[in-house]
């Protein structure tokens, strides 16, 4: 007993969890032998038989191991594949809400259907999160077999979908589909004027494959849905153009307010500020080219935006860079994800970066955009009842995902021990001196057959390495992720003898490469390759043993990436299931995470050594000192996307309050009640401001009723009311009952002129339509507070309080104006508008012709 106290007092975190869970994995094989004798029939009746528990009282808990026990057994005879004890536990993990971390090759795939079948069960939808639309498809059509099987539905919800498919899939108990393609839709549903247009049902489960690439590579950039506004490419232009005249501060590391240099780059934060003398550069420069008048200074209010317009261009021209950041492609700007290296052609940068990157590159300059919805994927979700993913690489992120998503991270041992022999660093004076030394790895890979997969941090130092193996006529793919399918098919080759593959920033995760390479399937599983034929069995093993023999997939990193976990990444394509393999990472004192984080001391050693051209050193010391380097960049990183956050949920709470009035007014069939409540408080707000106290000011009354008339169309005469009954002189608050009375009176008479169905419509309309106008106002203006609010902190302020103050004010300010101009329109609707228009809105009606509707009263709203 002694004993085994000790021995748990010992343990890590992470094995108390997986001993604790062990004893599940034991009964859910105890379970194994009593389906064995099921007839297919009765196998598939257990989906039934877990439906009825779980409504006559049964927890999803207690099904936990009855339906793994079924999955597997299924799995086992449609696939040919049983589920691994490891992969159990990856599966319980999942449905436990947390991040199963599972090396690459351990079969995630398999193990995600584990949870989404028991999760299932329920009815209420189960998303299974991709990185792309090909995974979404592949990993949808492959376990499809397998639900439907179980009698389950399966859905893909990917771009390009008409509204009716994208139901369809959600309405699926199981839907596979993409990060940004649930985010939009989630942002589109709630800008629909009915509820039969939306497509999502309430978020219960998200199960999310490579978690980390999702909720912490790509959760530094919100999702934006925008709206183009008025063309300003002249701008642009001439702004491009003058930015030429400025020079940069030469020395790196000084401060930020220089006395010489017009503007100072700080390349870790990404950032360009102009010095005092950049300052009263540009604004003699706009002065010279007539964008100011030479008596203005550059800090009138309607001057202060070309300052942020020069400091757009010169980032444009020194911080984002072609063939790294960007591509041109068809004259356009492709934005190149900086962490897989995919072209994400549907996105473009926001606040006017991308107009300068176009105005720079002279290409043609799109309309800026105003934002119309927004949502950062943090806040997306978590608005799941239940989350959870999995990775290769989420132990180094393990804070993060915890303190943001409230998820805890098991790291899963792999299926068989890993013998992959990850070799120290080398390190080289120069980038050429490096580059030489990967070719010369990757020419005595290709002698002894040796498959080679090199990572690269950019397209263009792909491309560079590329030439050169051109150049030795050394036969080779390069992967800059273009095409997704193509993707998948390189990397699934990228196993044969002696193959080379050059891959930006591990584009292709997702598919495994096998060791010999894949012929005829794309399973990724050894036991399910090439049944039919054995002819093709043969030729692969051949292949197969050719490769283990000479080592196995061999991993060279040309450079380190700023985090650690980008680096695991690609060194987990090798070595999957026990299979052979090395890694190595190459490094040079010009390469970016050394010149910007590596210790000083460091570069100054190795000169000191005498290291010489062409010769390289490894060293612990050395490895210890570059972690140190990425850690303070991973914290740096974390930093950023926490700050996005918390930015983001101070608006993340009156976000929920508009969508949550939106979603009552939609289901509400009428909405005629909540609008008499707010004729009457905007009629007290008008009379308050002429009335105070129990006075009556008989001098203001006829302003007041021309208040009244312009606004609410009161034709009465206030006069006339006291001269009826002299006591309202001294009741003040019944003559202002009296007056709302009278004006929403004349209201229902005009709203009653039309059927209920007529007007419920034009109320409902015009409410959301307000409601969605301001909201986009609302959110450019705390998007235009946010850029400036950090100059607070110059005058001993917390900007991000004095950001939470401002704004909470502006939708107050906000919530006003709605109330105001809903009246106002739906006044002016009633009262004018229908004399005219009657018949035009009614037709709209008829026909169904709904969008011709909705812009009737859109331009009914922009009059006013």
Request: hydrophobic letters at 40%; proline letters at 1%; one cysteine or more.
């Given at each position: ?80 594949m ?227 317009h ?33 072209l994400?052609s ?53 804070v ?7 998820l805890d ?18 390190v ?81 995760r ?11 399937d ?72 050394m ?12 000169k ?32 950023s ?75 009465k ?46 109320e ?53 104006s ?29 026909n ?8 009737l ?8």
């Open positions: 007993m002694l004993s085994k106290l000790i021995n748990n007092f010992f343990l890590s975190r992470n094995e108390r969890v997986l001993k604790k869970l062990n004893d599940l994995v034991i009964k859910i094989n105890s379970l194994e032998k009593d389906l064995l004798n099921l007839s297919d029939y009765e196998l598939k009746k257990k989906t039934h038989e877990f439906k009825l528990r779980l409504k006559n009282g049964d927890t999803i808990d207690s099904l936990l191991p009855e339906a793994f026990s079924v999955i597997r057994e299924s799995s086992k005879r449609i696939f040919g049983r589920h691994f004890d490891v992969q159990i536990l990856g599966g319980i993990i999942l449905h436990k809400k947390c991040i199963a971390e599972m090396r690459t090759g351990e079969g995630k795939t398999l193990t995600a259907t584990l949870p989404a079948y028991l999760n299932a069960l329920l009815g209420k939808g189960v998303h299974i999160v991709t990185m792309n639309d090909y995974l979404a498809k592949r990993d949808a059509n492959k376990n499809r077999i397998l639900f439907e099987f179980l009698g389950l539905s399966v859905g893909i919800n990917i771009s390009g979908m008409s509204q009716e498919e994208k139901k369809k899939a959600y309405l699926a108990d199981i839907t596979y589909g993409t990060n940004h393609e649930y985010g939009f839709d989630y942002l589109r549903d709630n800008m629909i004027f009915c509820n039969t247009e939306k497509v999502q049902r309430k978020l219960y489960f998200a199960l999310v494959d490579e978690v980390d690439s999702i909720l912490i590579d790509e959760a530094r950039t919100p999702l934006v849905i925008s709206g183009s506004i008025e063309n300003s490419s002249s701008l642009y232009n001439h702004i491009n153009s003058l930015v030429i005249y400025l020079t940069p501060k030469n020395k790196k590391n000084c401060n930020k307010i220089c006395k010489t240099g017009d503007f100072y780059i700080d390349y870790k934060q990404r950032q360009v500020y102009l010095t005092e003398i950049g300052l009263v550069k540009v604004e003699k420069l706009l002065v010279k080219h007539n964008f100011i008048l030479k008596k203005e200074s550059l800090y009138l209010s309607e001057n202060i935006f070309f300052i942020h020069v400091i757009l261009a010169l980032k444009a021209h020194y911080l984002f860079l072609k063939d790294i950041d960007y591509i041109i492609q068809n004259k356009k700007i492709i934005i190149v994800d900086e962490h897989t290296g995919r994400m549907s996105r473009r940068w926001s606040d006017g970066l991308h107009q300068a990157i176009e105005a720079k590159e002279n290409v043609f300059i799109q309309n800026d955009n105003q934002t119309l919805a927004t949502i950062t994927l943090q806040n997306y979700f978590r608005l799941y009842v239940k989350l959870s993913g999995m990775t290769g690489t989420a132990a180094t992120e393990a993060e995902f915890n303190s943001i998503y409230k991270t098991v790291v899963i041992p792999t299926n068989k021990p890993m013998i992959r022999k990850d070799m120290p660093d080398l080289y004076l120069s980038k050429q001196d490096k580059i030489n030394a990967i070719i010369s790895d990757i020419r005595s890979c290709v002698r002894r057959k040796q498959p080679v997969l090199v990572g690269t941090v950019s397209i263009e130092k792909s491309e560079q390495i590329s030439k050169l193996l051109s150049k030795l006529n050394i036969k080779h793919n390069v992967l800059n992720a273009k095409i997704h399918s193509q993707e998948a098919l390189i990397i699934s080759k990228a196993g044969e003898p002696g193959a080379v593959t050059i891959a930006t920033n591990m584009a292709g997702g598919t495994d490469i096998v060791l010999g390479g894949i012929l005829i794309n399973s990724n599983d050894k036991r399910y390759l090439f049944k039919k034929n054995s002819f093709i069995l043969k030729l692969w093993r051949d292949k197969n043993r050719l490769v283990v023999k000479s080592g196995g997939l061999h991993i060279i990193g040309t450079e380190r990436h700023e985090s650690r976990r980008i680096d695991n990444q690609l060194r987990g394509r090798s070595g999957r299931q026990g299979d052979p393999g090395s890694s190595r990472f190459y490094l040079s004192l010009d390469d970016s995470l010149r910007l984080f590596a210790s000083k001391s460091v570069i100054h050693f190795m000191t050594i005498g290291m010489k051209e062409g010769q390289s050193i490894e060293h612990p010391w050395l490895s210890k000192s570059i972690e140190q380097a990425q850690k303070k960049v991973e914290n740096q990183n974390f930093d996307r926490k700050q996005l956050l918390e930015y983001d949920d101070i608006i993340n709470e009156q976000r929920s309050v508009i969508y949550n009035e939106r979603n009552k007014l939609i289901n509400k069939s009428s909405i005629h009640d909540y609008i008499l409540c707010i004729l009457k408080d905007r009629i007290h707000y008008c009379i308050k401001q002429y009335i105070s106290g129990n006075t009556i000011n008989l001098d203001s009354f006829f302003s007041l009723e021309q208040e009244l008339k312009n606004n609410f169309y009161f034709i005469s206030i006069n006339k009311f006291l001269e009826h009954d002299t006591t309202l002189y001294e009741n003040v608050d019944k003559l202002i009952d009296l007056i709302v009375t009278t004006i929403q009176f004349s209201y229902n008479n005009n709203t009653s002129s039309v059927l209920k169905k007529y007007s419920n419509m034009i409902k309309s015009v409410m959301l339509q307000i409601l969605d106008i301001f909201w986009t106002e609302h959110l450019n203006a705390v998007d235009s507070l946010r850029q400036s609010v950090y100059l607070r902190g110059y005058a001993q302020q917390d900007p991000q309080q004095e950001y939470k103050r401002e704004s909470f004010f502006m939708f107050q300010s906000m919530l006003e709605i109330k105001n101009n809903v009246i106002k329109t739906l006044i002016k609707i009633f009262f004018i508008d229908f004399e005219k228009e009657k018949n035009i809105y009614l037709n709209f009606i008829d169904k012709d709904f969008n011709s509707f909705h812009l009263i859109r331009k009914s709203i922009e009059i006013i």
